[in-house]
């Protein structure tokens, strides 16, 4: 059985930083994701990563998000920079995995002005 678990989020004021992580339990880690529901909004990619580390990104979060991983860990992280009240939302993390699509419960992540 997959499990992804997030952890990290919270209160942050404009310009500040959080790092929300992403762990796997139930099997190894290949490509993984992070994916962000704004209220009101459809759920949208934040960033993703390959099994070899190569990092992909949503244009409005390039240059501030960087998701990186540790396969010893079975762990992804999402290091979020310059942080703006419209990056408020629930992120996901996302592992696709044989055809099925493993999420993770979200954490809130909170960006007052």
């Known amino acids: 059985q997959v499990q992804l678990v997030e952890s990290g989020g919270g209160l942050v004021q404009a310009g500040g930083s959080l790092r929300l992580t992403c762990a796997a339990s139930?099997?190894?880690?290949?490509?993984m994701g992070w994916y962000r529901q704004a209220p009101g909004k459809s759920r949208e990619l934040v960033a993703g990563i390959t099994s070899d580390g190569f990092a992909n990104y949503a244009a409005s979060m390039k240059g501030r998000f960087t998701i990186s991983r540790e396969n010893a860990e079975n762990t992804v992280y999402l290091q979020m920079n310059n942080l703006k009240p419209e990056d408020t939302a629930v992120y996901y993390c996302y592992f696709p995995y044989y055809g099925v699509d493993y999420w993770g419960k979200g954490v809130l992540v909170t960006v007052s002005s």
């Open positions: 139930g099997t190894a880690i290949n490509a």
